[in-house]
């Protein structure tokens, strides 16, 4: 099964739906590979990979939890549960504001950043390799197609 546009262009034309899709499904086929992959090298989630680059980049090596949720895309409730795994593994912490007391912090530990020092590089390559692929790797997509999409919705967004 092949995800198509009705008609090459059609985003351009006001209908941006069906390239919104594809382009949805393919992001979604991505995140899916990736995040298997990672459990199965490195027994961490795509997710937690995600909120650890976050962690790694912010000021201090810290996010409030609010913030890392807003991030990697969850609510509070899911966002506290990723905190504890990341913290059971040891590649977090969790810290208190000082200033209020109600702020609470994740904190990225040496072992989470020695854990994505292990895994940027092979996991640039993977990522590299699942966009390059299109084919091999999601047959139900069709490469064409999904480019002319990519393009649609590209031309939609502000410089």
């Not at 992959?37 to 937690?48: C, F, K, M, N, S």
């Not at 996010?63 to 509070?76: F, I, P, T």
């Not at 996991?123 to 064409?144: I, K, M, S, T």
Request: aromatic fraction near 6%; charge should be positive.
């Amino acid at each position: 099964m092949h995800m198509q546009l009705s008609t090459p262009g059609v985003a351009a034309a006001g209908v941006v739906s069906p390239a919104w899709s594809q382009v949805a499904a393919f992001a979604s086929a991505v995140d899916a590979s990736l995040g298997r992959w990672l459990t199965d090298a490195y027994r961490v989630g795509l997710t937690e990979y995600r909120a650890l680059v976050y962690l790694s980049q912010a000021a201090d090596k810290e996010l409030r939890v609010n913030d890392l949720a807003q991030r990697v895309g969850l609510n509070q409730s899911s966002v506290t549960r990723l905190v504890s795994r990341l913290e059971a593994k040891g590649l977090t912490r969790r810290d208190v504001c000082l200033d209020d007391g109600r702020g609470v912090y994740a904190v990225i530990t040496e072992q989470g950043e020695a854990l994505l020092k292990q895994v940027r590089g092979p996991y640039e390559q993977r990522v590299r390799e699942l966009l390059g692929n299109v084919g091999v790797h999601f047959p139900q997509l069709d490469a064409r197609q999904l480019g002319q999409a990519l393009g649609d919705i590209g031309r939609l967004l502000a410089p």
